[in-house]
């Protein structure tokens, strides 16, 4: 099955710091989200990007399916955006089913 | 608009006890997904239902676990018996399978002792 990789996996930020958040994908994608799983471990959804590039506020995603990857950027960061951020994808193989597999994650850590 | 709705948030149940989790999609959303977190496999999917049919139940680990979708409303993910490596956070998630964007419920946190 496709292969989802993200880096770093943990991340300590002071707050105000910009950060780029990857993700790599082994094959083509129908559907590329990033979730937010936050303390509570609430999956709220950021963006769904398979292509192109989408800003809302201060985070903005890329995603460049021709080469495999996307970016999540937050900028001026704040404690609220703490939690471990998720990148999934759904293989354009075997397309229609939907399913998407989950990467391990970018831990964010933003300190006062 | 409600999102997806779980229930219950936390369920603690002893081994070999029968748990029921419970799973109602948003309004109009035409597929639902069954996914299971733990520290050690992260985020894993179980089954998918399209239009209330179960359509692909191979991430299910093992024949203790079954899960329902009687109307396109309402759902469950059923373990019986339970076991303490079942402990996990249970997602429940839908999407509109003309837009692809999945919607995750706050999930069920099951402790078996």
């Known amino acids: 099955g496709i292969q989802v990789e993200q880096s770093p996996p943990d991340l300590i930020l002071q707050e105000g710091a910009n950060s780029t958040l990857r993700c790599n994908f082994s094959?083509?994608?129908?559907?590329l989200q990033w979730f937010h799983q936050n303390p509570w471990g609430q999956l709220i959804n950021l963006f769904y990007?398979?292509?192109g590039t989408k800003q809302n506020g201060r985070l903005s995603a890329t995603t460049v399916a021709t080469e495999r990857y996307s970016l999540l950027y937050i900028s001026s960061s704040q404690t609220t955006d703490s939690g471990v951020y998720f990148c999934?994808?759904?293989?354009?193989?075997?397309?229609?089913?939907?399913?998407?597999?989950f990467g391990k994650g970018t831990k964010l850590s933003v300190i006062p | 608009d409600a999102g997806v709705i779980q229930s219950p948030r936390h369920e603690v149940t002893e081994m070999g006890q029968e748990v029921t989790l419970r799973c109602k999609p948003i309004?109009?959303?035409?597929?639902l997904f069954w996914y299971r977190q733990t520290m050690m496999r992260g985020l894993e999917l179980l089954i998918y239902?399209?239009?209330?049919?179960?359509?692909?139940d191979s991430g299910m680990p093992e024949d203790r676990f079954s899960a329902k979708m009687p109307n396109a409303s309402f759902s469950t993910l059923k373990i019986q018996p339970s076991e303490p490596r079942d402990s996990a956070v249970y997602f429940c998630?839908?999407?509109?399978?003309?837009?692809?964007?999945?919607?995750f419920g706050p999930g069920t946190r099951l402790t078996v002792t």
């Open positions: 309004s109009g959303h035409n597929s």
């Open positions: 998630a839908s999407t509109l399978t003309s837009t692809y964007e999945q919607y």
């Open positions: 239902f399209n239009n209330n049919v179960p359509i692909d």
């Open positions: 999934a994808v759904e293989s354009a193989v075997g397309a229609g089913s939907y399913q998407l597999t």
């Open positions: 094959d083509s994608v129908n559907n």
């Open positions: 990007i398979p292509s």
